[in-house]
């Protein structure tokens, strides 16, 4: 995959993502993009654009178990997250709901045009490539369908 580098800093978690007070009545994830990282980089919310790449630092997902911050990504058409570290929360999540967490540590200007290559665990930007630990054949499974949920619908099984 190819997307350009949106960079946020360390210990984003679900509310530094989407604030909890636009969680409320019926929402339209689509409609909270513009809101998106508002309280930590309010300029990039409104510019997300499909395919762009979140090269966070350390602990990204970390705080609640609430999992809006990841489906609100997935519904702005994020394809990845790079992160130094992830936290067990934010890297599951990921998982879940099919958006490729990929942990690495990356140098990266804004809007830098990057590649991830998922077979290969390589992470290519201006400066060079970076290796990454490849995922497990089963994980892949998940990611590509989109999520556990469709993975689960497709085979209706679990083989892990």
């Known amino acids: 995959m190819v997307g350009r580098a949106r960079i946020i800093g360390d210990h984003i978690g679900?509310?530094?993502?989407?604030?909890?007070?636009?969680?409320?009545?019926?929402?339209?994830?689509?409609?909270?993009?513009?809101?998106?990282?508002?309280?930590?980089?309010?300029d990039l919310g409104p510019t997300l654009k499909a395919g762009d790449i979140i090269v966070a630092g350390e602990n990204f997902g970390c705080g609640s178990s609430r999992e809006y911050g990841i489906l609100l990504l997935k519904s702005a058409g994020i394809s990845c997250v790079i992160a130094r570290s992830f936290a067990r929360n934010g890297y599951r999540a990921c998982i879940n709901h099919g958006l490729?967490?990929?942990?690495?540590?990356?140098?990266?200007?804004?809007?830098?045009e990057i590649?991830?290559?998922?077979?290969?665990?390589?992470?290519?930007?201006?400066?060079?490539?970076?290796?990454?630990?490849?995922?497990?054949?089963?994980?892949?499974?998940?990611i590509r369908e989109g999520g556990f949920i469709n993975y689960y619908k497709k085979y209706r099984k679990i083989d892990f």
């Open 14 to 42: 679900g509310d530094q993502i989407i604030s909890s007070a636009y969680l409320i009545g019926n929402i339209r994830l689509e409609e909270l993009t513009a809101h998106a990282f508002e309280s930590c980089r309010p």
């Open 115 to 142: 590649s991830v290559d998922v077979e290969q665990g390589i992470v290519r930007t201006k400066n060079g490539r970076t290796a990454f630990s490849r995922y497990p054949e089963q994980i892949l499974k998940i």
């Open 100 to 112: 490729l967490p990929v942990e690495c540590t990356v140098s990266v200007d804004e809007l830098e």
